[in-house]
């Protein structure tokens, strides 16, 4: 293990995760008033259409496919009668369609907010550094589905990078395995680090707060400012 | 039965000046700031006119409030639940700004710092939003007067289906003023969309408001009111909206837009209704029947059971007190001269208005004292204001209800003409607005002499209940970064003292209030 492969593939890691969690304490604890999605459709709203939605639907279907690649181990599909070359087939077809329409939502949103000086106005130096890390993420990961897995021969990041990222969750880092992949896969596992170290600190906090207790809620809500006696 | 109360308001059209005093003022104390520049919780329109944002009205295109559903269940006009999820990173139904207008400033300092020159140095109007100068091409109050009503006054949506009655010739041209503010709701269709649960309506006094620390941004609140009353603050990217002054009615003080109004047209007053009966009332089959099935959901303060169950539900007594002198029952209930604005989105609006006369008497009466009913009624029927065109905007196109209030308005005058100049009270024009003549002399002098303490009956809040739970970090809402402020404890001032305007008192005292806990909803109230 060399020092940068100690760096870059344990030190790194446990450095983020542990900003990410005291982060987003520190966030939720004294920024509520600044944790939103800082919408911008009241200024602009075609663009919007269809760079929000193509981005937020291709990003969300990718991170699935993220979790399902990564914290799933190989076997386990392989136990329930998924072979490799379907698991591979699948992986790099949704991947394909979720990874497109992500990039192209992403080119629309980043064009729309340089294009639109209304936008531009709104953007703060966290979303400059924000997009950069997506932008370099959302290529590299890309050029991996698309270039190695559709177009190429493929390569299975499954028993490297899965058991790698799965062994930093057992705090049994064992970085010589993502250290023999390709260099597109080093750095498209090492990118993301650098954005969960942000996140806490950005907009994107705005992912954890899907409302999805507004299922089955009561329509109207009502408070009370004064603690009356009630029945 | 559970009881609550609200405070509701009434505006007297017939006496709006359209000064926009209340609009100015509003906005200096509430919406001063980056974000909302293009923001006027209170603002008044000229009708017929397309309104703020522009054709406001349209909830076809909007998808405001709520509609019922093919077996009559009360809905979401923009759809449920789950569509409200499925649609969250884009909004189908969200106006952008320029429905609203490009707010802007000028570029004041080519005026200071100009050299001594020959011309006047002339300053240009430049974007709020970009910094750039821009041509206005529009604002909040455009069409102001009819300004420019040739060519827009005709998209007026109040004016579907009236294009034969309704001929904007010059000779023609009928006009009066609308000034709005959030109506707080008794259904309000805003909270029913936050996904968040960022909404709520306050128990005590019916206030609807925002709670800055829980919004998250998803902006659909905006799209579900179908009085545009939210607004997005594109600054802090929250949304916010009228809060009835809170900090002022909490002290018995009138809203800042009634405390400045120059035709004195508003009235404040409580009143008290049966939380259980809301939703059932807002289901109504019948459009026509929303004003009647609001109405019955008041209760007559006066009623021994009704107070009865108001002190079991916590209603303070000095409350009940207020609530059986407030004007605001009085021109909705007891007269029924003020009606609601477009009950037909359902939502149980509160603030009513009492149809404009004016064109009418102003036609007729010429020279002195001959308003007489006689020619008054008919008169009514063929005023430039049509009827149906002040139906489709107070009484879900019910013109019947808008007579009814006109005819007895007509017969106050017609009375109060006679006892003024002739001396004597006539049984007759009493009849005629079907009031008995000590009613109609009350309602006189509501409509036309009321002072301040009878137009604004506001109970103090007893905050000495929450002083206990004052010590309990949180914070009320409106004291965050470029928000209004006021989170002070509230000081009971001595009774008569009106200038005890906190708004800039920030946080006095070093108080926060408690962050208010969501105590419930309505049984019933469910999907
Ligand atoms: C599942 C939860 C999520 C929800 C409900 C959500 C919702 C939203 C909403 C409502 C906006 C504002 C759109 C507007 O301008 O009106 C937004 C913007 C944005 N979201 Fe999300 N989002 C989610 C997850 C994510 C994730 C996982 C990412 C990134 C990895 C992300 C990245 C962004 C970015 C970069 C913007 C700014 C777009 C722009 O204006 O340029 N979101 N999101
Ligand atoms: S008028 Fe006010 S209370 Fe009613 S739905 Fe609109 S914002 Fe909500
Ligand atoms: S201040 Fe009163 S009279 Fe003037 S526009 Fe407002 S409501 Fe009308």
């Known amino acids: 293990m060399t020092l940068w492969e100690a760096l870059l593939f344990v030190a790194l890691p446990y450095a983020s995760i542990t900003l990410f969690v005291a982060g987003h304490i520190w966030r939720y604890r004294h920024d509520k008033f600044g944790w939103t999605s800082r919408s911008t459709q009241l200024l602009e709203r075609r663009w919007l259409a269809w760079g929000s939605n193509l981005f937020h639907y291709g990003a969300l279907a990718a991170i699935g496919g993220h979790v399902v690649g990564l914290l799933i181990p190989e076997q386990l599909t392989h136990a329930v009668g998924i072979s490799e070359g379907a698991y591979h087939l699948f992986a790099a077809a949704a991947g394909t369609v979720a990874g497109l329409a992500c990039v192209a939502g992403f080119v629309i949103l980043v064009g729309r907010r340089a294009y639109f000086p209304r936008i531009r106005r709104t953007t703060t130096w966290t979303d400059v550094m924000v997009y950069l890390v997506l932008a370099g993420i959302i290529v590299l990961g890309l050029i991996e589905t698309i270039g190695f897995n559709t177009l190429g021969s493929g390569y299975n990041y499954r028993p490297t990078i899965g058991v790698w990222f799965r062994s930093l969750l057992w705090l049994h880092p064992e970085p010589q395995l993502i250290a023999g992949a390709p260099l597109v896969y080093q750095l498209h596992a090492t990118l993301p680090w650098i954005l969960y170290a942000v996140w806490p600190f950005s907009r994107l906090v705005h992912a954890w707060s899907l409302p999805w207790q507004y299922v089955g809620r009561p329509n109207i809500l009502y408070r009370r400012r004064y603690g009356l006696a009630r029945r | ?527």
């Not at chain 2, 069409?143 to 294009?163: K, N, R, V, Y």
């Not at chain 2, 604004?456 to 000495?464: C, K, L, M, N």
């Not at chain 2, 965050?480 to 946080?507: S, T, W, Y």
Request: aromatic fraction near 10%; hydrophobic fraction near 35%; charge should be neutral.
């Open chain 2, 1 to 527: 039965m559970k009881v609550r109360a609200q405070v509701g308001m009434v505006m007297n059209l017939d006496k709006c000046i359209g000064c926009h005093t209340c609009s100015v003022t509003c906005k200096q104390v509430w919406t001063n700031r980056p974000g909302t520049e293009y923001v006027w919780f209170n603002n008044v329109e000229t009708k017929p006119g397309l309104g703020y944002p522009r054709r406001w009205e349209d909830n076809q295109k909007w998808q405001g409030g709520w509609k019922l559903d093919r077996r009559g269940r009360l809905r979401l006009r923009a759809g449920g639940q789950l569509r409200k999820l499925l649609t969250i990173f884009w909004n189908p139904d969200l106006p952008t700004i320029d429905d609203y207008y490009e707010p802007w400033t000028y570029d004041y300092h080519t005026l200071i710092d100009a050299p001594l020159s020959e011309r006047d140095p002339v300053a240009r109007p430049q974007s709020q939003l970009t910094g750039r100068r821009m041509d206005v091409k529009w604002g909040p109050n455009w069409d102001d007067m009819l300004a420019g009503a040739p060519e827009t006054a005709s998209q007026d949506p109040d004016l579907a289906g009236l294009q034969e009655q309704v001929k904007l010739t010059y000779e023609r041209t009928f006009m009066f003023y609308l000034p709005r503010i959030c109506e707080h709701c008794l259904n309000p269709s805003c909270v029913a969309s936050c996904p968040s649960g960022a909404m709520y309506k306050r128990e005590e006094d019916g206030i609807v408001l925002v709670d800055q620390e829980k919004c998250r941004g998803w902006r659909f609140c905006v799209s579900g009111c179908p009085y545009k009353k939210v607004y997005f603050n594109h600054h802090t990217g929250k949304a916010e909206k009228c809060t009835l002054c809170y900090p002022r009615i909490e002290l018995g003080l009138p809203t800042v837009c009634s405390e400045t109004c120059v035709g004195r047209i508003r009235y404040l007053g409580l009143l008290l209704y049966d939380a259980d009966r809301v939703r059932e009332a807002a289901s109504e089959p019948d459009e026509k029947n929303l004003l009647d099935a609001q109405l019955s959901v008041f209760l007559d303060p006066a009623d021994p059971s009704v107070q009865r169950q108001a002190r079991a539900d916590g209603i303070p007594d000095d409350w009940i007190e207020y609530a059986q002198r407030s004007p605001v029952y009085a021109l909705a209930h007891r007269w029924r001269v003020a009606l609601p604005l477009h009950p037909e989105y359902r939502t149980l609006p509160m603030v009513w208005y009492v149809p404009p006369l004016s064109p009418v008497v102003n036609a007729l009466e010429g020279d002195g004292y001959e308003a007489d009913p006689d020619q008054l009624f008919p008169a009514i029927d063929a005023m430039r204001i049509p009827l149906d065109y002040l139906a489709n905007i107070l009484a879900a196109g019910d013109r019947e209800v808008v007579r009814q209030a006109l005819r007895r308005l007509a017969g106050m005058r017609g009375y109060m003409r006679k006892l003024e100049v002739l001396g004597v009270r006539d049984q007759q024009a009493a009849a005629a607005a079907s009031l008995e003549p000590s009613e109609i002399e009350a309602m006189y002098r509501l409509l036309a002499v009321a002072k301040y303490e009878d137009r604004y009956v506001v109970p103090q809040a007893h905050s000495e209940q929450a002083q206990r739970l004052a010590e309990l970090p949180g914070s009320c809402g409106l004291d965050f970064d470029g928000g209004p402020g006021n989170c002070g404890a509230l000081p009971r001032p001595a009774q008569g003292i009106n200038e005890a305007f906190m708004v800039h008192n920030r946080k006095a005292g070093g108080h926060r209030f408690v962050p208010l806990p969501v105590v419930g909803s309505e049984p019933g109230q469910g999907r």
